[in-house]
């Protein structure tokens, strides 16, 4: 049996206090109830900077003005299989918010709990826990 492989753009959405915007997974959707930075499915034809750009439009409303690659990882679901891209974006025009009604927060970026988000996310956690 071939595993699904997904390409997903990640937005670490830092603002200027060292806060981080999160939100919450919702409804039937794969890992609900986990927190996570937004984000989603790179499309064909798009290269991980503009589906994270997409992405977090749709899902934040903000339009992204800066973003610098901080890592990529692969990681292996028992159904798929996904290769993450984490942009740290601190420069962006609007408000974040839950576009699509998912609860939101903001949370400085030492406080961040690694047992509340996905696995995949943990070393992305641990690495901004420790800078």
């Known amino acids: 049996?071939?595993?699904?492989?997904?390409?997903?753009?990640?937005?670490?959405?830092r603002n200027e206090k060292g806060e981080v915007f999160i939100t919450?997974?919702?409804g039937d959707s794969h890992l609900a109830g986990l927190w996570e930075f937004p984000g989603g499915k790179i499309e064909a034809g798009e290269s991980p900077e503009q589906g994270l750009r997409r992405e977090l439009m749709e899902e934040t409303g903000i339009q992204v003005q800066q973003s610098e690659l901080l890592c990529s990882l692969d990681h292996h679901f028992d159904d798929r299989t996904v290769t993450l891209y984490f942009y740290l974006v601190e420069h962006w025009q609007g408000t974040p918010f839950g576009r699509e009604g998912q609860p939101e927060r903001w949370v400085?970026?030492?406080a961040l709990n690694?047992?509340?988000?996905?696995e995949p996310n943990k070393p992305v956690i641990e690495l901004l826990n420790n800078a």
């Open 1 to 13: 049996m071939t595993r699904k492989h997904l390409h997903i753009a990640v937005g670490i959405i």
């Open 24 to 26: 919450r997974r919702v």
């Open 108 to 110: 400085h970026q030492h």
């Open 114 to 118: 690694a047992g509340e988000f996905p």
